[in-house]
């Protein structure tokens, strides 16, 4: 079982920025891959960004791809999403992942999950 606890997003203005921020506690977590996934109202979840914990590799979403940043606090597992020129449509309620598989794009498990409001 793993459990991930996230902290951050709130509302911000188009052009801002944000940091996500995401624990995870729990077993098969060296090989995990963290991550982030986003669902805006009346779309689908999406993926956002992930890491590969034991070797540092990274995935990002095209839409994303320059703006956000995905870190690791190599102290303990976490993983912060720095997030920025955010536009409108990043608008969504964020999800830290795990995917304790190893399999990219997917998630073993989510977090509950936070709400991130960008403003025109």
């Known amino acids: 079982q793993v459990q991930l606890v996230e902290s951050g997003g709130g509302p911000v203005q188009a052009g801002g920025s944000l940091r996500l921020s995401c624990t995870a506690s729990?077993?098969?977590?060296?090989?995990?891959?963290l991550g982030w996934f986003r669902q805006a109202p009346g779309k689908e979840r999406e993926f956002v960004s992930a890491?590969?914990?034991?070797?540092?590799?990274?995935r990002y979403a095209d839409s994303v791809k320059g703006r956000f940043a995905i870190v690791r606090d190599n102290g303990k597992f976490t993983v912060s999403l720095e997030m920025n020129s955010l536009k409108p449509e990043d608008t969504a309620v964020y999800y830290c992942?795990?995917?304790?598989?190893?399999?990219?794009?997917?998630?073993?498990?989510w977090g509950q999950g936070t709400m991130v409001t960008v403003s025109s």
């Open positions: 992942t795990a995917s304790t598989s190893g399999i990219w794009y997917t998630a073993d498990y």
């Open positions: 729990g077993r098969s977590l060296s090989t995990a891959i």
């Open positions: 890491l590969r914990w034991d070797v540092g590799t990274t």
